[in-house]
Each structure stands twice: as C-alpha cells, then as structure tokens.
C-alpha cells in the first residue's frame, strides 16, 4: 500500500521565522496528498490538499507543492505566528482506489514569541 | 454546520475492563471511519462505514474490539476486554461521499487511558 514518511519534529521556531516541514510518499499512481493540522486538545482538521501532480495547496498562508519527480509535498509558511504551533500531519489515500488514509507520524511545530 | 461529535472526551480505566465511544458525525455524511491514535503516531484506520454497512474491518483486532453504526448514523466503538497498549486518542471522521476524494472531518476524539 502506500505511505508517507515525514520529518520527525519537534521543531521549535521563532515567530515570523520561515517553515519547512519534509514529507515524501510511496503510493501507486498519483494521488492525492493532504496536510492535516492538530490544535492542542482538538481534533485533526485539514489545512491544505492537492490532487495531482504540480498542484499547490494552501490555505492559512500555508502551502504545498505536489511533486511527483521527487515524490514529495513539503509544508512551508513564510512567517509563522505563536498560533501555528500544533502537530502537522502529512498523508495521502492508503491504497490505489482506497479512500482511507494513511498518515505519517506528525510533526509538532511550537512558536515562540 | 455542527462538525464531528464524540464521547466521552476521556476515559480512564483499568485493564481487562470495557469501555465504549460514542460518535455522531456530519449530517448527510454516509461514510464514517474510525481511527487510533497512539502517542507519537498518526492515525490508524480500524475500521469504515458507508451507511449502515462495513466496507473495510481489515486492522480491527476483532477478538476484543467492535463497532457499530446502526440506521447509518451514529457509531459505537467498543473495547471489552481492555489492554494496556490500547491507551491511545479514539478519533471519528466522516466524509460526504468518498468516491469523489472528498474531505475527511474529524471529530475531537476520545482519549483513553488504561491502567
């Protein structure tokens, strides 16, 4: 099936500091790749998508870029503020036809003032 | 537009206990999934429902785990008897229609602690 393996955190930055957050996948096909985002105490919500190749996601100043010549789709914001601090998750579709996801470990970002 | 409703919010236990969540997700949505989410991991599927019916069950540990969702709406996941390393965050999620690749939502989660 397919997977994804991310940069394992934590990742500690200052505010209006710029992110990166790696992400590559194994998958069969092109599907499409998802950034979710977990609030301390709250559930996962999705940040960004893309649905195929070349594609960027973004939303919230964030954004990610479907590249399938080097199998990933990296997290980056340009200035990130104290409430971006949470736990980023990459993921993508587990299988070709499959609608479950696979996600990979998370990454916790904490912004410091 | 009410999101994902889980509970209890948390749940202490001891082990060889039962335990049972409760979700209720987004109105018209037809496909509804469970998750476990162990400290320091992602999410695992345990189980999918489209409507009333499973569609995948595949990495649910049958011999204590089980789950429900009867008229298609809401879902009971239960855990009888409990272990130790079922300790982990229990997270719903629910889409409209899968087929088309849409969103997943989720739902706060219930973390459970067994002891």
């Known amino acids: 099936g397919n997977s994804v393996t991310q940069m394992e955190g934590p990742v500690t930055l200052s505010e209006e500091a710029f992110l990166t957050i790696n992400c590559t996948y194994t998958?069969?096909?092109?599907?499409?790749l998802f950034w979710y985002v977990q609030y301390p105490g709250e559930g996962l919500q999705l940040l960004l998508k893309?649905?195929?190749?070349?594609d960027k996601g973004s939303n919230k100043g964030f954004e990610a870029t479907y590249r399938k010549e080097t199998t990933s789709f990296h997290l980056e914001k340009g200035s990130v503020q104290v409430s971006d601090s949470a736990v980023y998750f990459c993921a993508l579709p587990s299988g070709a036809g499959s609608y479950q996801l696979t996600f990979g470990k998370g990454t916790k970002l904490s912004v410091i003032p | 537009e009410a999101g994902v409703a889980q509970s209890p919010r948390y749940k202490i236990i001891e082990k060889r206990q039962s335990v049972a969540f409760w979700c209720n997700p987004i109105s018209g949505h037809a496909t509804l999934y469970w998750y476990q989410q162990i400290l320091g991991q992602g999410p695992k599927l345990l189980i999918q429902?489209?409507?009333?019916?499973?569609?995948?069950d595949s990495q649910l540990p049958k011999d204590r785990f089980s789950a429900e969702r009867l008229k298609g709406v809401d879902s009971t996941l239960k855990i009888q008897p409990a272990k130790l390393e079922d300790s982990a965050v229990y997270l719903c999620?629910?889409?409209?229609?899968?087929?088309?690749?849409?969103?997943?939502?989720f739902g706060p989660g219930t973390r459970l602690l067994v002891l």
């Open positions: 999620a629910s889409s409209y229609n899968p087929d088309r690749g849409e969103t997943q939502y």
């Open positions: 893309a649905t195929k190749a070349d």
């Open positions: 429902f489209q409507n009333n019916g499973v569609v995948d």
């Open positions: 998958a069969t096909g092109y599907p499409s």
